[in-house]
């Protein structure tokens, strides 16, 4: 006591003075007279309403728990080799589930520690008082709720009584440095938070609510289980609440609507006391919710029928948690043979009786729901239903416990003497043999404590079953060793579900969707398609596929994208290779003709050599689109390069030779009587040439600056739907080269143009500047219609079809106006008026110059010739030579 802090002593001889006044012990306790004594704490009564310390009497928490240390001390004393020579005795005490009347009780056990001081107390006639010297408690069996546990185990630290615990499941009582003197045969709620969350886990909830019981038990187990499903992950806490100590049916219904804020998280965790349970339960009955939660209990719910007694259908589906145990054989023919008779040590076992076969023993009975009265001949198990409390295993392992500890210390400190000796003092001594005690408990199963006083995590979970084909009742689903073992197969869901019920905030994603997670909860999020080129790269993050690869169906991976080009059988080629195959069969049959009339008049009078490169230019027009179409190539893309300008290169080139000429000859003959120079076939076909060869060169540059090559464009028909995404097989020559490639041409044709407009004053029937006129104004209006057509489909999705097109039928037009009104009207008179194709008189030049000089002069008046056109008839040839 040297050490032991005086304030503190003098509070509790206070308490104890007053609890002495009180005499709270007779008739509250029970007494068993003993060589050594052993405390026991049970909660015989529930807690008390408005103001009242106890409340009803618990049948199965309180009277059973205290008959099996009744039944365990007898079993002791009976047996000749545990403890020979020395008998148990009891002080059993009343805690009526509250901790602050326990701690007031407890103190009856550390009287006999405290000396009084009764020097200055005299009796009325002067004599000194004679106070009964109170027995001497070694250890303590106790309590049942962890919180009456913690208050308790912090008086008798202080007097180091042992303790041992046979339902407190509190985490914190492990704490061996605050509560050292304190052991339990049950496991703490750690390794039970352990099994709630593997269970969880296994039922595939990761959106749980909880529930606890205002006090160390439930707040300390909810604690737990939070604290080591922060640290697995995967698991969200909806909702924490808490049922106050002194509640009321308006905090229960609040409880429930509280929970059904997040109607997502049906599982709910609840560590909570007997009464706490039923309030909860009947509120969801109140609420019409049976069913909808899925209930997972704590120890103290365990397989107990109390906290379901009348409420069996919204208890339906609930899994429930017990330390591993076994139904005691011999303790069941004990209790099933008690009597009023033979149980009068008990003095609460009337107050059972009558409860229990709810009758009056008397007229004076506090019991008003009934007015039968009892015959003492009722028998349990009989005349009332009666099944083993879950607890009573660990009751009866308690007190074993604390006979091996003194059996083992009376062996050790008294080797030479029978009983009790005087060395079996000191409660760390009986400590350290607690600590180190090892035997088969009543249920078989090993007995022992770690050096923190706890025992090993065993547990059997059981469901609550209620359905037609068995009776209603709990049924063992698996269990728990350091390992969930749980036989899934076995379970049943209320309303009937076959499925396991899902308790999650948010469904799982669909494939090719990735979770945007809540910020703070972890098990919420909301599911986001990967859109566009976007696959789904893991749970929460999408990814956009490399540029030749698009998302495939599900979105959970990429595919290449399809490669197209344009085919032979599409609409977009059939018309341009329809158009392209007559126009080479009409250009083959026109230099057919001029081949075949090769001399006569209006061949010759055509230019032959011109009009040989002219057909030669307008057939490579047509051919162009067949090297369009193909698909593309090392060789097709070469071939595009150099004949995509080289074919309106020629007939433009052959054109301009004409008109050029026709417009020399004339404007050299309004000045001089002598022919221009250059006029000759050999003079035309260089001109020519030259004209051509610019083009070829500016091929040969291009195919050493950038050689022609194959290429795969995404981008072209990279479509917002993926789905519709093609990458398009084509040479690679881009817009603005293709226009630079008939830039040239296009230079040409314009000044073609300018020259016709120029000769369009020469006589209708000389050569053929009219029907060049008229050609090149038409060629000119197709390729201002082609310009806006090939560039303003740039963007579309259709662009290699439609430009491919556009173009082709362009060229064919261009060709076709060319072939049309500068050859069939002179095929036609080959064919079909050769009589018109005869040889007039040959004019000399001088005689063309007077001609051309008298239309001038007559050409004074436009207004009064057409076009300034002078109707004369003139020969269709001029002989340079003359």
């Known amino acids: 006591m040297a050490c032991f802090p005086w304030r503190v002593f003098w509070i509790i001889q206070a308490l104890v003075d007053v609890t002495l006044s009180q005499e709270i012990y007779a008739p509250h306790s029970i007494r068993i007279e003993g060589d050594l004594t052993l405390g026991g704490l049970f909660p015989v009564h529930a807690r008390g309403v408005s103001g009242e310390p106890c409340g009803d009497i618990k049948k199965e928490n309180g009277i059973h728990r205290l008959e099996a240390m009744l039944y365990a001390l007898d079993q002791i004393n009976s047996d000749d080799e545990l403890l020979p020579n020395i008998t148990l005795g009891a002080r059993v005490l009343d805690t009526c589930s509250r901790d602050t009347y326990a701690l007031e009780q407890s103190l009856t056990f550390v009287q006999a520690l405290i000396q009084k001081d009764t020097s200055d107390v005299r009796c009325t006639n002067g004599e000194p008082p004679v106070f009964v010297k109170p027995e001497k408690v070694v250890g303590v069996i106790g309590a049942s709720a962890s919180s009456v546990s913690i208050m308790v185990a912090n008086i008798l630290r202080l007097f180091q009584i042992p303790q041992i615990s046979y339902a407190s ?129 704590s120890d103290s719910w365990g397989a107990k029928n109390s906290p379901i007694q009348g409420l069996e259908d919204a208890a339906v589906g609930a899994i429930t948690i017990l330390p591993k145990r076994a139904t005691i054989a011999g303790f069941d023919v004990y209790f099933t043979s008690r009597t009023l008779e033979n149980n009068r040590r008990n003095v609460w076992f009337a107050e059972f009786w009558e409860e229990n076969f709810n009758c009056k023993l008397m007229s004076s009975s506090k019991r008003e729901d009934t007015s039968r009265k009892c015959t003492g001949q009722e028998r349990i198990g009989i005349d009332s239903k009666y099944e083993q409390e879950g607890k009573v295993q660990f009751v009866i392992d308690a007190v074993y416990a604390m006979a091996h500890a003194l059996h083992n210390m009376q062996k050790d400190l008294c080797p030479n003497q029978s009983g009790v000796c005087s060395e079996m003092t000191g409660g760390k001594k009986l400590l350290k043999y607690i600590r180190s005690v090892s035997f088969n408990g009543s249920a078989g199963t090993s007995v022992t404590f770690n050096r923190n006083g706890d025992a090993p995590g065993r547990y059997d979970l059981f469901q609550y079953q209620m359905n037609i084909n068995s009776t209603p009742g709990y049924k063992v689903i698996g269990q728990w060793t350091e390992s969930l073992q749980l036989n899934i197969e076995d379970m049943q869901w209320p309303s009937g579900e076959m499925e396991i019920p899902s308790s999650v905030c948010s469904l799982p994603c669909k494939t090719g969707q990735r979770k945007k997670v809540v910020k703070g909860v972890p098990c919420c999020w909301h599911c986001e398609p990967c859109d566009g080129y976007q696959y789904q790269y893991d749970e929460t993050s999408c990814r956009l596929c490399a540029y030749n690869m698009r998302p495939n169906a599900n979105r959970t991976g990429c595919q290449p994208i399809p490669i197209v080009k344009l085919e032979w059988h599409s609409p977009w080629a059939v018309i341009p290779v329809f158009l392209a195959m007559l126009g080479i069969v009409a250009t083959i049959f026109v230099m057919a003709t001029f081949v075949r009339y090769n001399d006569t008049p209006i061949v010759r009078a055509s230019g032959r ?100 090559n194959t290429i795969i464009d995404y981008d072209e028909q990279k479509t917002i739907n993926p789905e519709r995404a093609q990458g398009v097989l084509k040479c690679d020559i881009t817009d603005l080269q293709i226009i630079c490639s008939l830039g040239y041409s296009i230079l040409l044709m314009v000044t073609c143009t300018v020259y016709a407009i120029k000769t369009r004053g020469v006589p209708e029937n000389f050569n053929e500047a009219k029907p060049i006129g008229f050609t090149m104004y038409t060629t000119c209006i197709v390729w201002l219609a082609f310009i806006p057509i090939f560039f303003g489909t740039a963007q579309s999705a259709e662009k290699l079809y439609i430009q491919t097109t556009t173009l082709t039928i362009s060229m064919n037009l261009s060709a076709s106006v060319a072939l049309g009104m500068l050859y069939m009207p002179k095929v036609y008179v080959i064919i079909f008026h050769p009589e018109l194709n005869v040889q007039k008189r040959k004019r000399s030049f001088k005689a063309v110059v007077t001609v051309a000089t008298m239309s001038s002069r007559l050409s004074h008046k436009p207004s009064d010739r057409p076009n300034g056109e002078a109707k004369t008839e003139l020969c269709e040839n001029v002989d340079p030579n003359s």
């Open 169 to 297: 499941t509190a985490p914190e009582l492990s704490d061996d440095r605050r509560y050292d003197f304190f052991s339990r045969v049950v496991p703490p709620d750690s390794f039970q938070a352990q099994a709630m969350v593997d269970i969880v886990k296994a039922m595939g909830w990761n959106y749980v609510s909880t529930v606890a019981s205002e006090g160390s038990y439930g707040e300390k187990g909810v604690e737990a289980f939070m604290q080591i499903s922060r640290e697995a992950g995967g698991i969200c806490i909806a909702q924490s609440l808490k049922i106050p100590h002194d509640h009321k049916q308006a905090d229960f219904d609040k409880i429930i609507r509280q929970l059904l804020e997040t109607r997502y998280a049906r599982a709910v965790i609840i560590f909570a006391y007997d009464e706490d349970i039923r309030g909860i339960l009947n509120a969801s009955k109140r609420a019409d919710q049976v069913g909808h939660f899925l209930w997972i209990g």
């Open 609 to 708: 050599e011109l009009s040989y490169v002219l057909l030669t230019g307008i057939f490579l027009c047509y051919i162009i689109t067949f090297v369009m179409i193909a698909t593309p190539d090392m060789a097709v893309c070469s071939f595009r390069r150099i004949f995509l300008g080289l074919g309106m290169c020629i007939s433009y080139a052959a054109l301009l030779t004409k008109t050029n000429r026709i417009y020399r000859i004339f404007e050299e003959g309004k000045k001089s009587v002598s022919p221009p120079k250059l006029i000759s076939p050999t003079s035309q076909l260089a001109i020519t040439s030259s004209l051509i060869s610019i083009q070829l060169l500016g091929v040969l540059i291009w195919f050493g600056v950038d050689p022609p």
